[in-house]
Every structure is written in C-alpha cells, then in structure tokens.
C-alpha cells in the first residue's frame, strides 16, 4: 500500500510538472491524466478512493493556489475524486457480480 501510494504521489507531481510547463496550453490531456490516473489507483485498491484523488490530484490546485491564487485549479482535485470514486465503483461493481 505504502509503495502504491508513493507512486501515485509521484503520478501527480508528475502531471502537475507537464501542466505548468512553458508552453502546455492543453487542459483536456491533463484533465485526462488526471481523471485515468487516479480511477487506476482507486482501481487497484478501491477501499480508500479519497486517498487516490488527494495523492494524485491535489498538487495543481496546492501549486496553482499558492503560485498565483488561481482557485479554478480546484477542478483538478474535483476530477481527481471523480475519477477515484468511478474507479472504486467499477471494481465493486465487478466484484458484486462475481
């Protein structure tokens, strides 16, 4: 658990670094990243999906608020819970149909 979640931190820091890039001007392949990266996490380990968005999602709203007080970057945090929580419903969804 320990290690999925450094790597998850690390996804996120990761995709936060590509979105500040000078140049990036392309929120759709972030938003993308974001949402596929933390429903994997969640889809891996589906008990705690809350976990999954904050690790993934929650570092370009921090850089965003803190850099420049742009608050919008909130809905990379609010795609980051979207995509964790569907991911965990799909894995229990499977699992109750087993």
Known sequence: MAGLLVLAVLSGLAITWLDNRQGWD????????????????AALRPA?????????G??????????????????????????????ALVVRTIRLFR
């Open 48 to 56: 705690r999906p809350w976990l999954w968005a904050v690790a993934v």
């Open 58 to 87: 929650g570092w370009i709203p921090l850089l965003g608020i803190a850099s420049s007080e742009n608050y919008g970057s909130l809905l990379a945090l609010a795609l980051s819970f979207l995509g964790a929580y569907s991911g």
């Open 26 to 41: 392309d929120t759709g392949i972030t938003a993308g990243l974001i949402l596929l990266t933390s429903g994997g996490f």
